[in-house]
């Protein structure tokens, strides 16, 4: 592992490192912020998924999240969305290829060599930080940005007892009725395979999260018709899962929502992360 | 209107009044509770609407208010959920005529006589109390539990301009949909009215409110089949409803519920009531 940069950033420090990937067969990169505290023994950590077009570093920069995490002595992550390399097939569109994986596990034709986003993040990045630094895993949670929340929650629900929380801001919420989602499963999975199970909003009426759900959408989010916020919201209520749908006036989908609202979603994984 | 008790309660005075009611045409009893800022000037005022079974008593002595609203500088006001004495009709069950107005006008025999709760809550208590205490109408909130969250919610979006904020504790939230609802409107209005001008989840699809909005529902509620508070959601985030929805982990129906997120609420009012 090749560490890029590490700043000082709050008392801690934020670095960026590259591997290279056995899930995705390229060279990978991530970010990872260590609070001070980290210095003194393992710290909880708070996994970041980033959106269509994000790479490791958009959420790092744009986020406002070490702040918060500092202050909460938590770890974040942030890895990047998508293999990269010269390698990597690509599409000419911003939300297939690169910067678009979507978080599964391509089988398909010409995705499958490299696109294993799931597994990448699931199970080899896992593995790589708490290698590599003082990492509580038995204290992860998970947050992510559109296509990230897509991710965070997807992944929160198949993996119990991985994540003590999750959160999502403007999330894909029900991927399998949006072109946000019909076009990706469709090119990275058979047609027939089980696209249910990368859908929030099904997952959700299926099986819910072993613990509290938060989730903030901005009610002039420019995509409001691809991310189908509703679904989600009626899914949680009608599983009765604990948790808590805002929708916040006027605000959209940039990084500056998401920053707005950074804070609380800190203090509610802190809570979790913390709890006996 | 003859006053029933006084009580000095956080700095401020809790009180019960009893009025010949025009719209009910009974003596009607309400509780009113006005801070200690009443004493230099008008105050805003939080509505609270009551369940089925409950009279103007029940969150006056077991929703913990007073506190939160006395910090506040807030008068809340306590009605009666239906029309009393003997000459007003009843049933035997728990759920229709005394103790379940259901916060409409009754235009069907036995009820029409007396049950003309909306009207009660809607324009003649307003008018006494704005004309006999100190309370600023133009700084309005409403929030109420069960049936009494039905009635907030359908009272806040069919008078636009009257409240500032709206929220509501386990709301029957889709009784066109529900035994808590089809009954009491089956018995109260016409075949064929407008029973959907009395549902908060249809006239949260059809209009929403002015203002931001927050409901709570226990996930251990006995009667989440009869609330259908998945229908709300699913309906306030379709519209893009600026507000909160959360399912609350364990709680019930009960007053232990609603005292144990009354302070959340009045501050959430207050939010509205103080701005500008």
């Not at 006027?250 to 994984?269: I, K």
Request: overall charge negative; some cysteine.
């Amino acid at each position: 592992m090749e560490t890029l940069s590490e700043n000082t950033c709050f008392g801690g420090v934020q670095g960026v490192y590259r591997h290279a990937s056995d899930a995705c067969r390229c060279d990978m990169t991530f970010g990872l912020f260590l609070p001070e505290e980290a210095k003194d023994g393992p710290v909880p950590v708070l996994w970041y998924l980033s959106g269509l077009t994000c790479t490791h570093e958009n959420a790092m920069t744009k986020a406002g999240a070490q702040a918060w995490a500092a202050e909460q002595g938590i770890a974040l992550v942030f890895p990047d969305t998508s293999p990269r390399g010269d390698g990597v097939a690509d599409d000419e569109s911003y939300d297939l290829g690169k910067g678009a994986g979507f978080y599964v596990n391509a089988t398909q034709t010409p995705w499958a060599p490299h696109f294993q986003m799931w597994d990448y993040v699931a199970e080899e990045l896992p593995r790589i930080i708490t290698a590599n630094f003082d990492i509580d895993e038995d204290r992860q949670a998970i947050t992510g940005h559109s296509m990230g929340g897509h991710g965070a929650l997807t992944l929160a629900m198949s993996l119990p007892g991985r994540f003590r929380s999750v959160s999502a801001f403007a999330p894909i919420a029900n991927p399998t009725q949006s072109d946000w989602g019909r076009k990706q499963l469709g090119a990275y999975l058979a047609e027939g395979a089980d696209w249910a199970a990368h859908d929030s909003s099904l997952l959700m009426q299926e099986s819910g999260f072993d613990g509290p759900v938060l989730v903030d959408q901005g009610s002039k989010d420019q995509f409001l018709e691809l991310l189908r916020p509703e679904a989600l919201a009626q899914a949680m209520v009608a599983r009765r899962q604990p948790g808590t749908f805002r929708m916040q006036k006027d605000y959209d989908h940039s990084y500056f929502f998401v920053a707005s609202f950074m804070e609380d979603h800190v203090n509610f994984h802190a809570e979790a992360l913390y709890a006996d």
